[in-house]
Nanobody
Framework: QVQLVESGGGLVQAGGSLRLSCAAS????????MGWFRQAPGKEREFVAG????????YYSDSAKGRFTISRDSAKNTVYLQMFSLKPEDTAVYYC??????????????WGQGTQVTVSS
């Protein structure tokens, strides 16, 4: 059983930056692709970014491209989401996920509890 714990969320002004972290335990980190998703109030959860097991393949949502960077550190069993130029519409609960989806934008098996990101205008 894989456990995922996100951190790094908070309140930031528009145009600011945040780096989210997701620490994984209970499994072999390199066995899983990792993803970041988000869910804003009243909206469905949406894909933000995904990274393959060894980092060779990365996908971003259109809203994340050019502003967010996903990376993973196998030595620390941690995946990161560096977010720049944040906008109020980025406000959401951000979730980390692990699994072996057919597509990095698809279904994951394990989920963290989420971390709140709030961007003020």
């Amino acid at each position: 059983q894989v456990q995922l714990v996100e951190s790094g969320g908070g309140l930031v002004q528009a145009g600011g930056s945040l780096r989210l972290s997701c620490a994984a335990s209970g499994g072999i980190f390199s066995s899983y692709a990792m993803g970041w998703f988000r869910q804003a109030p009243g909206k469905e959860r949406e894909f933000v970014a995904g990274i393959s097991r060894f980092g060779g393949t990365i996908y971003y949502s259109d809203s994340a491209k050019g502003r967010f960077t996903i990376s993973r550190d196998s030595a620390k069993n941690t995946v990161y989401l560096q977010m720049f130029s944040l906008k109020p519409e980025d406000t959401a609960v951000y979730y980390c996920a692990a699994g072996l989806p057919m597509d990095l934008r698809g279904e994951y098996d394990y989920w963290g509890q989420g971390t709140q990101v709030t961007v003020s205008s």
